[in-house]
């Protein structure tokens, strides 16, 4: 498991709708039992041409938008199978936090157990993000702060969102709930002592 904290970037404005996990990863590229090597494929009908070029007008191949490290996406962002490349991918690309006003609710949790932390704020917030950017040409830094669940824009707005408290639990520790759990292992371990007092023949 990977922590995240904090992150000022470069934010990628791709404000498209129900944007699919096979549109991030297509099933073309999840052969194999190697769970790296994904950031290359990301967004690949998009990225590439049919002769495997680049193709330049997409957003994520235009400078500054290639260096993103955080992206701003519409409604229901991740939706469709619960491929577990999607996030995979696009951490590999170097994205550590994707703002959206919903996401598929697979796609949000597997986001956490990947380093990224997926941000939902009400679609105005983030089309006034997007705005931000657009007219910075991409050079205004959005700021991502999971520590204080706070996103603050390029002209300093400042927007509060909320996480999963567990979730949240992890990704700052950089632990998977196994590892959360038996890092309260005197707890469990005192609650032991004092069941086995009350309910011997349980043990």
Known sequence: MESFHR????????????????????????????????????????????????NPDFLLNQPPYDGAEVLLADRNFGCGSSR?????????????AVIAPSFGGIFFNNCYRNGIVPVELP??????????????????????????????????????????????????????EIELTLGRRAEIEAFRIRDRARRPWAY
């Open 7 to 54: 992150v000022t970037g470069i934010a990628a404005p791709l404000m498209r709708i129900n944007v699919d996990t096979d549109q991030i990863i297509p099933t073309l590229f999840l052969g194999g039992t190697d769970a790296r090597g994904y950031g290359k494929h990301l967004f690949h009908h998009w990225r590439y041409r049919e002769d495997g070029a680049p």
């Open 84 to 96: 577990e490349r999607a996030p995979k991918a696009l951490r590999e690309f170097g994205i550590r």
């Open 123 to 176: 679609i105005e917030d983030v089309r006034e993000i997007a705005r931000e950017v657009e007219a910075s040409a991409g050079e205004g830094r959005v700021t991502v702060d999971l520590e204080a669940q706070m996103v603050t824009s390029p002209s300093g707005r400042r927007y509060v969102f909320t996480a999963p408290g567990t979730l949240r639990a992890m990704l700052l520790q950089g632990v998977d």
